[in-house]
């Protein structure tokens, strides 16, 4: 008898451990998410991916794409087209490691996922991304103003030397939807 009621005792612990997390996403989130807000609307980027080890020649991109509020307001999916290839991104704050996740998906079938950290005094998203061989990717969004922000990305491999580097613009085209 005493093994059903310890059995009965940790099955409550766990319903109510999932009670807790399912009341979680309130104001503590839309808190930590807030940050995310800065990139709503339908943004052009223009950017250029520079010469480096990896990279033999220069080349210059451009796109468009929409960020805009999802599920209950508690994700920012972003989705747009660079070059002729489609992209989602998704962008939620884990609470777990008090971070943000970034997953993306494109339609070349590739798809990963980065973590971010929030510079307020900066005004800069810092995403990084580990790869296979010790390759780290490194982008970062720092907001410029109201409609604009500059980004650029570093890949470099485990001893330090760039394989690639990109920089770039973003310009708000449309307002944030109200």
């Known amino acids: 008898m005493p093994h059903v009621s310890l059995i009965r005792l940790a099955l409550l612990g766990v ?28 943004w052009e980027k223009k950017f250029a991916i520079l010469k480096a080890d990896g990279t033999p020649e220069e080349k210059v991109r451009t796109g468009t794409y929409v960020a805009k509020w999802i ?73 410029t103003g109201d409609d604009d922000y500059k980004f650029g990305t570093v890949l470099k491999d485990g001893g330090g030397k760039v394989l690639m580097r990109t920089e770039g613009t973003g310009k708000r085209v449309a307002a944030k939807p109200q």
Not at 16 to 37: G, M, R, W
Not at 77 to 91: D, I, R, W
């Open 15 to 42: 319903f109510l451990c999932s009670a807790v997390n399912a009341e979680q996403p309130t104001v503590d989130l839309k808190q930590h998410l807030k940050p995310l807000e800065q990139l709503v609307g339908t």
């Open 71 to 143: 599920l209950k307001d508690l994700h920012l999916q972003e989705s747009g087209e660079e070059e002729g290839t489609a992209y989602l991104n998704v962008y939620s704050y884990v609470f777990a490691s008090r971070e943000f996740g970034l997953s993306v998906f494109k339609s070349s079938g590739e798809s990963y996922q980065m973590t971010g950290k929030w510079d307020p005094a900066a005004k800069a998203f810092t995403w990084t991304r580990h790869l296979n061989d010790g390759l780290v990717s490194e982008t970062v969004y720092q907001i």
